[in-house]
Every structure is written in C-alpha cells, then in structure tokens.
C-alpha cells in the first residue's frame, strides 16, 4: 500500500477519524522534504514547525490505532498482567477484562507473561502469599477462561518443567501454576508422573502452598494411589515439630476423602486408623489424638 491507500484503508475501517484521516493527508506531502533533491527542486526546507506538526499527527494517529485494536482486538496479555499488579481490586472484575481477551493473548499470559514476572520476582519459596500472590490468581483465572488447546499446552509445559527445570522453578509450577484440573489435560502415563513427583514432594518438601494446591486430586487418583496421598498428609499431622502444616494437611485429607468416590474413600479411614495405631503402639498419646480428630471429623455421625 502507498501511504495515501493506507490513509484510506484506515478511515474506511474506522480506525482513523475523518478530520485525522483528512489532517494526515495533508501532512503525507512533508516526508518530501526529507529528500535533498525534491526539497532544492520545490525550494522547501523542512523546519521545526512542520516536525512538531507531523509529531502532534503521529501522537493522534497512535491514540485512535490503540483504540481501534482494544475493540477489536481485546487486552494483551502484558495489559492484564499490569493493570491487576498495579490495582489488586481488579481481581474483583477479572473475568470480564478476560472475556475482553483474545485466545492468543490468554495463551501468552499462561505460557509466558505471568511465568515470567513471578519467576523474575523473587525466590520461588517466598512468593505463595508475597506481593506477588496476584500471578497466582490472575493465572487461574485465565486458565478456567482458555480454550481446550490452550489448556493443553499449559498442562504440557508442566510436564517440560518437571522434567528439565531445576528445582526452584519445578516448585513454582508445583505451587503457584498447577492445579489437579490439568491433569485431564495430560496423557495418563503423564499425569502418573506428576502425582508421583507431588507425593515425593509432600513428604521430602511439604508446605502449606503445595498442599493448597492439590486440593481437588481425589477425583483424579487410582485407588493404589491414595494411600499415598494420604499418607503424606497423616506423616505430618503426627509430627509434632510441624504444627504450621497440620491445620492444611488435615484440611487435604478431607478434600481428599470428600472427592474421592464411595469405596475408595474407606481407604482414607483405613490408612488413618493405621496411623493412630501405631502412634499409639509408640505411646505417642498427642499425636494419635491429631490422627484421631481428623478421622472423626471425616465421619462425624
């Protein structure tokens, strides 16, 4: 397109006003001037006054450009990021600026934006409930909103962190980016991976972060899995050095039992009366008494 189509095109469209459109017409004629040889030949000069003209249209061209592709085209990812990092209230309205969001800009905001700001932060272990707990939310958020491919790539990157990140970053996913929900979006033998690692990791590493965000596995874990499961949570509400992880880890055990279906969710019982057994067994009373007021609460009657 010549610069004079291109004005057209633009007014035509909407995206140019009719006095912007009519203004830059005008003004097309000054880039001549840049010419030596048509500038001697027309005995012009280009000066200060035409700049600032030609920088004031420029200013007014962007404007209407930048409005034209926010109807058209939605919010970009790096404008939803910003807008909730610098107003927390935003999260308020999420849903309806991301219904304002193209599929390719919630894909980058899964897959790249919001990685990116909260891994270049801080430390991984100090962000859960930081200043940074917005990313948390806002990728959640998008993640419900994203078409099926979009949910597929992110649960794949997953899977890629896992296998190639090191460990500060594979706890970051592991916390802040995963929840069970993914896991209908990888292949089985995948998705045994992952379950495989968050056990490991709930007994080795556990924190209130990570078992927060496995809440919902019940639904999605074999019958041989949830004896692991559980017992991760029990190992900690029986130890006694762990008191900032018994109020969640309880918490978990009847996320998982209320999940699980009916049958499987006897293992649940089982394993707990397993644990008060042997607590006792160890005369280790106080502890057996956790155990026990975590059962009890699963069947109240």
């Not at 905001?109 to 909260?118: F, G, I, T």
């Not at 917005?134 to 890629?160: C, D, L």
Request: proline residues 3%.
């Amino acid at each position: 397109m010549s610069l004079e189509e291109a004005i057209a095109a633009c007014k035509n469209e909407g995206i140019l006003t009719d006095k912007t459109a009519e203004l830059s017409t005008v003004i097309r004629r000054y880039r001549n001037l840049i010419h030596p040889g048509r500038s001697l030949r027309l005995s012009e000069r280009a000066d200060v006054h035409g700049a600032n003209v030609c920088k004031s249209l420029v200013l007014i061209i962007s404007e209407e450009v930048a409005k034209a592709k926010r109807r058209s085209y939605g919010y970009t990812a790096e404008q939803i990021a910003s807008k909730v990092e610098r107003d927390p209230s935003v999260i308020s309205i999420l849903s309806d600026l991301l219904k304002k969001t193209g599929e390719r800009e919630i894909e980058r905001l899964l897959l790249e934006v919001l990685p990116e700001r909260y891994l270049g932060s801080h430390e991984a272990d100090e962000l859960f409930s930081g200043p940074t707990d917005w990313i948390r939310k806002v990728f959640h958020a998008a993640f419900e909103k994203a078409e099926q491919t979009t949910k597929e790539r992110v649960a794949k990157r997953f899977i890629t962190v896992l296998h190639e990140a090191d460990g500060s970053v594979v706890r970051a996913y592991e916390e802040v980016f995963f929840r069970p929900g993914q896991l209908e979006f990888l292949s089985l033998d995948d998705a045994k991976v992952v379950k495989q690692h968050a056990v490991s990791q709930m007994k080795e590493q556990p924190t209130t972060a990570l078992f927060s965000a496995f809440k919902g596995i019940g639904r999605l874990i074999q019958d041989d899995e949830v004896e692991s499961f559980v017992d991760a949570a029990f190992r900690h509400i029986a130890d006694p050095t762990k008191k900032y992880l018994h109020r969640v880890c309880a918490e978990f055990v009847e996320d998982v039992f209320m999940t699980l279906p009916a049958g499987p969710d006897k293992k649940v019982l089982e394993r707990g009366e397993r644990w008060k057994k042997l607590l006792l067994e160890r005369n280790r009373s106080d502890d057996a008494g956790r155990i026990s007021a975590v059962i009890d609460d699963l069947v109240p009657f």
